[in-house]
Nanobody
């Protein structure tokens, strides 16, 4: 079983940048699909980005395309989300997720098996 622990959240001004990390332990995740979701205050959990185990396939929500970059370091068993040009509407709890398969329904949180505890990102105006 893989355990996921996010870090790197915090408070940042609009236009700023943050990098989230997700450390995986328990089993090498090099064969897992990995992703990020977020849950804004009072809203449903929503897809942000996903990547397959080789890093050759990435997917992004339209709202973050061109601003966020998802990547993995398989040697460190770590997933990253580089977030640039942050907007107030990016404020949310960000969750790391993993699954053995890169589902066709990757934008649906029910398609993912493993979850971290989340890290808060707050963007001020």
């Amino acid at each position: 079983q893989v355990q996921l622990v996010e870090s790197g959240g915090g408070l940042v001004q609009a236009g700023g940048s943050l990098r989230l990390s997700c450390a995986a332990s328990g089993r090498p995740f090099s064969r897992y699909a990995m992703g990020w979701f977020r849950q804004p205050p009072g809203k449903e959990r929503e897809f942000v980005a996903a990547i397959n185990w080789s890093g050759g396939k990435t997917r992004y929500a339209d709202s973050v395309q061109g601003r966020f970059t998802i990547s993995t370091d398989n040697k460190r068993n770590t997933l990253y989300l580089e977030m640039n040009n942050l907007k107030v509407e990016d404020t949310a709890v960000y969750f790391c997720t993993a699954d053995r398969f890169f589902s066709d329904y990757y934008m649906n949180h029910n398609a993912w098996d493993l979850w971290g505890q989340g890290t808060q990102v707050t963007v001020s105006s």
